[in-house]
């Protein structure tokens, strides 16, 4: 006799409690699974003949036995969409009552079936809870917010105690298309109701567009990753979250954005013609290598540093002037003359000091027979930075003293700025105490002698703090 | 830990990670591979390492952490990186012919926890169910174990991987039995010819 000929349909409403008052009677009068066909009574199941009509009164009513972990996964389980849950749940419960332990027997097409439907849920219920993206409305009652949502699966229900918890002071609302929740903050009660057609839920509102901003501002379009991206969330759920609008374009943009950001970076460094043993001498023997920017093309030679390897104090200058390109010597032209004076006036032992320059090769523009200064660049400046702190390294001085804006830059970034902070004890990322001051050369290339002068005692009471703080405690 | 600014192997990094585990009893290392950004330091790298380097370290270290590897059969010497190929499992699997093939319904949890397309969970429902049930293919994927990949290196109550066949003993063919003659000029008491 064909079975299934004989199905009994069974027409519930789509709710966990309906299925639960459906299946009681069906249960303690044994009635096997395959014997009933159980079917949403909104899907407008099969007209049948049995529908809604009791099982036959059963001979014996058995004890009825329902594992309270079956019932707490089968709640999750009902929120499926799949029509064919309500059939599996109770072909599942009717299979514990003979095999207590079905649940654990993971490889049972019914159990597998159970997990598999269980996970899908979970998943969706995950998503819910980041995915709901709120809209401002103000009224007279106050502001209220509204959300439009679309789940995969009926998990409104499960979802809402998560927001319930989470906005517990304010008002809201999700809308779905199967039903509704609203928040009443002041009776602390969620209040369900019927779904709603998107076209009623709120459009847009003003916030929006600084979501938005901010997504596009944090986007890092050097890590996109589409497939992780699809993945962790779901194509389905990118049409009611406003900040993916941008996404097309912030995509498109990516690789160009990457690109331009990786032009702006500087290309070459001195790091590369670095010996390995970073001992003075050995440095200024492997400068004359140094092929880290443009600069050494039109060198005498590349400038070193000068002064005992066991100095207290270091100054740090821009870069060798005329002459001192062609000595291959520091601070020896007309800046470096104006240096030892007013170091003698600071009472510094000029013997005592190492010296040397941030830019190590000499630039300049040639105007007839005279070449004439130029300043360094800032990628120059970087380029040329490893030397400088290859020779901090080596001589490992006290205090470090800034001559001018290219050597504080040097050492502190190109945002430093001069007049703001010369004359005072900083620390900088490379050197625990450094001060900043002006360049000698600036004296000599003032204007009138009223600003020279300024300058001058700018720079005598900066070398004076100097002189005062070597040899004092950290 | 960022990834791929320095010049740092894999194998190094793997093995910092173990001793974090170990010495200061971290519970979780994240690897974040490298992003240039602007105006960074110009010993930085140009590009990023690919995004898959920090995916197979992230593998690796679950195996570290899960699976009962240790840091050093994960790469060698003279390999120091992670294969961008293959996941880290495979390659070891691949380069320990000698472990295989694993009887699903016999070995041990740490000899499972090796085998590739079988995760940490499914190992231990492994354990569970073959305690009264002998496990084969069709029921391993059912236990969404990738059974493709995996078949190459178990040993399912169905089912015997290439590699094991050379365990198969090979009988000899039964030679076929001759009636002897009573009364031929050879005793066929004695069966001498």
């Given at each position: 006799m064909n079975l299934s000929a004989l199905r009994q349909t069974i027409l519930i409403e789509p709710t966990f409690d309906a299925w639960r008052e459906a299946v009681r009677p069906l249960l303690s009068a044994g009635t096997p699974p395959e014997a009933v066909d159980l079917a949403d009574s909104a899907n407008g199941g099969m007209e049948a003949l049995f529908a809604n009509v009791p099982a036959e009164p059963a001979a014996h009513v058995k004890a009825v036995h329902v594992p309270r972990s079956f019932m707490e996964r089968a709640k999750v389980v009902a929120c499926h969409r799949s029509a064919e849950r309500w059939n599996l749940l109770y072909r599942v419960l009717f299979r514990l009552q003979s095999d207590r332990s079905l649940l654990k027997l993971e490889i049972d097409e019914d159990v597998a079936q159970f997990r598999h439907l269980e996970n899908q849920v979970r998943r969706d219920l995950h998503k819910m809870h980041a995915f709901v993206r709120f809209r401002k409305i103000a009224d007279k009652s106050g502001d209220h917010f509204v959300a439009w949502y679309e789940p995969a699966h009926h998990v409104l229900a499960l979802a809402a105690p998560f927001f319930a918890e989470r906005f517990a002071v304010m008002q809201w609302t999700i809308l779905t298309p199967d039903a509704s929740v609203r928040w009443d903050a002041v009776g602390k009660e969620l209040v369900f109701g019927p779904g709603v057609p998107?076209?009623?839920?709120?459009?847009?509102?003003?916030f929006e567009e600084l979501w938005r901003t901010y997504y596009s501002s944090i986007f890092n379009p050097a890590r996109t990753n589409m497939n992780a991206m699809r993945s962790e969330m779901p194509v389905r759920y990118w049409k009611n979250l406003p900040e993916l609008q941008c996404l097309p374009k912030l995509l498109s943009e990516a690789d160009w954005r990457v690109a331009t950001m990786l032009a702006r970076q500087p290309k070459l460094t001195a790091a590369s013609f670095l010996p390995q043993e970073r001992s003075l001498p050995v440095l200024q023997q492997a400068i004359?290598?140094?092929?880290?920017?443009?600069?050494?093309?039109?060198?005498t030679q590349p400038v070193f540093g000068r002064g005992p390897a066991t100095a207290r104090l270091m100054m740090v200058g821009e870069q060798p002037g005329d002459e001192e390109d062609r000595a291959?010597?520091?601070?020896?032209?007309p800046a470096g003359r104006l240096l030892n004076t007013l170091l003698g006036e600071a009472a510094i032992d000029r013997s005592a000091v190492y010296v040397t320059n941030a830019v190590k090769h000499f630039k300049f523009t040639e105007r007839g027979k005279r070449r004439l200064h130029e300043n360094p660049r800032a990628s120059e400046i970087f380029a040329c930075r490893p030397w400088l702190l290859a020779e901090l390294e080596a001589v490992r001085p006290e205090l470090v003293v800034c001559l001018g804006a290219t050597a504080s830059k040097s050492l502190f970034g190109p945002n430093f700025g001069l007049m703001r902070d010369r004359g005072k004890l900083l620390s900088s990322p490379y050197a625990d105490r450094v001060i900043a001051t002006l360049h000698p050369s600036a004296i000599l290339r003032a204007t009138d002698p009223e600003r020279g002068s300024q300058i001058r005692s700018m720079l005598l009471s900066d070398l004076k703090l100097a002189s005062s703080t070597i040899g004092s405690p950290r | 830990m960022v990834v791929g600014a320095t010049s740092t192997s894999d194998r190094q990094i793997l093995s910092t990670a173990s001793h974090l585990y170990e010495s200061y009893k971290l519970r979780r290392i994240y690897f974040s591979s490298f992003s240039p950004f602007p105006l960074?330091?110009?010993?930085?790298?140009q590009s990023a390492p690919p995004l898959l380097r920090e995916h197979r370290l992230y593998q690796a270290d679950w195996l570290m952490r899960y699976y009962g590897f240790r840091a050093a059969e994960l790469t060698t010497d003279e390999e120091p990186n992670l294969s961008l190929q293959k996941d880290p499992k495979l390659r070891w699997a691949e380069a320990h012919p000698e472990f295989f093939p694993v009887d699903v319904n016999a070995a041990s949890r740490e000899a499972l926890l090796?085998?590739?397309?079988?995760?940490y969970r499914n190992v231990s429902r492994i354990l569970r169910i073959r305690r009264y049930h002998r496990l084969t293919l069709d029921d391993l994927r059912k236990l969404n174990v990738r059974v493709k990949l995996a078949q190459r290196y178990l040993i399912a109550a169905d089912h015997l991987p290439h590699i094991a066949r050379h365990l198969v003993v090979e009988l000899p063919k039964p030679v076929q039995a001759v009636q002897l003659d009573l009364f031929a000029g050879v005793s066929a008491f004695s069966g001498q010819l």
């Open positions: 998107r076209e009623r839920a709120p459009q847009n509102d003003d004359h290598t140094c092929e880290g920017c443009d600069l050494y093309r039109c060198t291959g010597e520091p601070f020896i032209g | 960074g330091d110009a010993r930085l790298p090796r085998v590739p397309g079988v995760g």
